[in-house]
């Protein structure tokens, strides 16, 4: 038996004498990571100045041993989760352990596909009035911005799923704030402790302030109201308030309830707007792939909305944003901390906070020996059967192992349903000459947005 290398011995690039590869960490981390697993391979050491170590997977058995096969080795960095605190509070992103177990459990049942079935209609009215309003534009010619647009769609879903409230008008005060609360996490996130502490008042500091205030009110205030009877929804909240742990009997506390919410809130809004968006640039530039999905839809549905019902047969639909999810995966890196020394790919991977083992979905969609002409759309991928030949976490942009996103299935129901939708009635059509390029913040998401024309089918009756 080999025996295990150091972490000092693992390959990768050398990068600056002092610094190592950070420069590329901040500026081209898309790039860093894919050339660094071609050359390297599939485990590779990335030095993030003299102190930080990254150690980045990018095989589906790497992925295994780091995010199914050892949850109580590798756990969230303590800095992570101290980033993203102030927005999402002990929710499902950032709680561990015996908390988290009791929270998921909790909420598990609400996101049975028999219950999502009954949000559905409310996905497809919410998609009908973005196109009605679309249709009534004075001019075709002048181009929208799909980021924007998908933002403003997903945001009054999940406002409508989790609280029965529409929160996406353009004069609402909570759009406004999601968006400033998201920019101050990332900023947080990719600061590395740089930045003015919270009690300074910065700009940027009193702006996320604000933003926290006005979302939390918002927030309470719809748990109050709903507590006292003034509201009735079956939405996700009242599952959430009705859950009961089976073992104690315990219900949420409101401030539970917001954590959870806030979460539900940012994670069913933020990554479905991208990956949609991604959907959209794609099919622009692959008009076969368009007219095919075009063709599914009229056969499918023959011009009345699309329902629950006819997910089984749109199913190229579903294909085409899975295929979307391996290229443009919205949560495009995950991060975990060894929590006691571990060997990983016979490399001895230290329990210090100096080391974190990084898996980036986006590397390992693109990884040769799983995907053949990796940069290619092609969404006959996931049909049935070539899907059946791959390792199981060739393809993971939800995660995986026990913190699998919660939400995945009412992403993948929501998708084809809003694509299905906008395929009825518009053709969506690139910019000439604008350049398309992913910004890997958080989230991945189109740089600058995501202009577009839009093309009524039929003209206004």
């Not at 249709?135 to 406002?159: F, K």
Request: with cysteine; aromatic share 6%; hydrophobic share 40%.
């Amino acid at each position: 038996m080999t025996e295990a290398r150091s972490l000092a011995e693992a390959p990768g690039p050398r990068g600056h004498w002092f610094w190592g590869s950070i420069q590329e960490r901040r500026h081209h981390p898309l790039q860093l990571f894919l050339d660094a697993h071609q050359q390297f391979g599939d485990l590779v050491r990335l030095r993030m100045g003299p102190a930080i170590s990254l150690v980045s997977v990018a095989s589906p058995e790497l992925v295994k041993h780091v995010l199914v096969d050892n949850p109580t080795v590798y756990g969230k960095p303590p800095s992570l989760l101290a980033s993203a605190a102030p927005l999402v509070g002990n929710g499902l992103f950032s709680s561990d352990g015996d908390f988290w177990k009791r929270q998921r459990r909790l909420m598990q049942p609400a996101f049975h596909k028999e219950r999502l079935a009954g949000l559905t209609h409310l996905m497809v009215d919410s998609t009908q009035h973005m196109l009605s309003r679309w249709q009534a534009r004075s001019s075709a010619s002048e181009p929208l911005d799909l980021a924007a647009e998908m933002m403003r769609l997903t945001l009054a879903i999940v406002g409508r799923a989790l609280f029965s409230t529409d929160v996406s008008g353009t004069a609402d005060r909570v759009g406004q704030a999601l968006a400033v609360a998201l920019e101050g996490t990332n900023h947080r996130l990719l600061s590395l402790g740089l930045r003015a502490p919270d009690f300074v008042p910065t700009s940027r500091n009193r702006a996320f302030r604000d933003a926290l205030s006005t979302l939390d009110s918002v927030v309470f205030d719809i748990i109050a109201r709903r507590r006292a009877g003034e509201t009735h929804g079956n939405d996700l909240l009242a599952m959430l308030m009705a859950a009961q742990d089976a073992d104690t009997g315990e219900r949420m506390t409101d401030q539970q309830l917001r954590d959870e919410t806030m979460t539900l809130f940012l994670a069913g809004h933020e990554t479905t707007a991208n990956a949609l968006a991604w959907m959209w640039h794609l099919l622009a530039q692959h008009p076969e792939v368009e007219a095919r999905a075009r063709a599914e839809v009229e056969s499918t549905l023959q011009g009345r909305p699309p329902t629950f019902e006819d997910l089984p047969r749109l199913r190229y639909l579903t294909q085409i944003f899975e295929e979307t999810l391996r290229l443009y995966p919205p949560a495009w890196i995950f991060a975990r901390l060894a929590k006691k020394e571990d060997v990983l790919g016979g490399v001895r991977i230290p329990a210090s906070p100096r080391v974190i083992v990084v898996t980036s979905p986006y590397v390992v969609h693109r990884n040769p020996r799983v995907w053949p002409e990796p940069e290619r759309f092609d969404p006959d991928r996931f049909s049935p059967e070539r899907s059946a030949e791959r390792p199981r976490l060739a393809w993971l942009p939800f995660g995986a192992g026990q913190r699998l996103c919660i939400g995945n299935n009412f992403a993948l129901m929501e998708a084809p349903l809003i694509t299905a939708s906008v395929l009825q009635r518009f053709r969506l059509r690139s910019v000439p000459g604008h350049a398309v390029r992913p910004e890997p913040l958080i989230t991945l998401r189109p740089k600058g947005g995501l202009p577009m024309l839009v093309e009524p089918l039929h003209a206004q009756a």
